[in-house]
């Protein structure tokens, strides 16, 4: 079956640190890896995405590789700001269904 | 991407009732799918709503609890019915990016409705 194994949290963190999150999974045939953001108060909001092995996905400074050797796909950002604090939620689609990590919260401090 | 709308944005409910949970879409999708996030929790999926056939629903959830109604392209309901305290959680509508989606392409979220079970 498909699943997704994602770094435990909470992560805090100064502002213009570096953030990486730890995502593995498991899947059956070529799936999509997705990374989703829930900021404080709102809905679940794509962050990037990435199609298929060695696609790298990129936005608002965010970065995830699709590693199929090692089946991750973790997400980095060089410099965060306060902004960035949210939960962070790794995903995995396949025939049409998306499998959830746990999520991890971030919080950035000035 | 589409623009997805859900009603109530949230409702407190006693026990023992049911509330029906709205989502409209500003596009015709095939497919609609329903998740729980329990507080604290990741999404689960909860069934896919198909227009014109029955929902199709994941291991642990049935259809006497979360009957689903698919009624066009760009509208679904969910109910939660017979509520318990357990039954709190946040509850979303997602639709593909288009109506010629791929079954491994970018799925899109409403903002959901947060449900308390008292």
């Known amino acids: 079956g498909n699943s997704v194994t994602q770094m435990e949290g909470p992560v805090t963190l100064s502002e213009e640190a570096f953030l990486t999150i730890n995502c593995t999974y498991t899947a059956t045939g070529y799936p999509s890896l997705f990374w989703y953001v829930q900021y404080p108060g709102e809905g679940l909001q794509l962050l990037l995405k990435a199609t298929k092995a060695d696609d790298k996905g990129s936005n608002k400074g965010f970065e995830a590789t699709y590693r199929k050797e090692t089946t991750s796909f973790h997400l980095e950002k060089g410099s965060v700001q306060v902004s960035d604090s949210a939960v962070y939620f790794c995903?995995?689609?396949?025939?049409?269904?998306?499998?959830f990590g746990a999520g991890t919260t971030v919080t950035v401090r000035a | 991407s589409a623009v997805i709308s859900q009603k109530p944005s949230r409702d407190i409910c006693q026990r023992g009732t049911s509330l029906t949970i709205q989502c409209q879409v500003d596009?015709?999708?095939?497919?609609m799918f329903w998740y729980r996030q329990q507080p604290g929790q990741s999404l689960t999926l909860i069934a896919t709503?198909?227009?014109?056939?029955?929902?199709?629903?994941e291991s642990g959830f049935v259809i006497d609890k979360f009957p689903i109604s698919r009624p066009n392209l760009t509208f679904s309901t969910l109910t939660v019915s017979n509520m318990s305290p357990e039954d709190s959680s946040i509850y979303l509508c997602?639709?593909?990016?288009?109506?010629?989606?791929?079954?491994?392409?970018?799925?899109?979220f409403g903002p959901g409705t947060r449900l308390t079970v008292l």
């Open positions: 596009s015709q999708v095939t497919m």
């Open positions: 995903a995995l689609i396949n025939d049409y269904k998306l499998s």
């Open positions: 997602s639709v593909p990016s288009a109506a010629t989606s791929g079954s491994t392409d970018t799925q899109y």
């Open positions: 709503a198909n227009q014109g056939s029955e929902a199709t629903y």
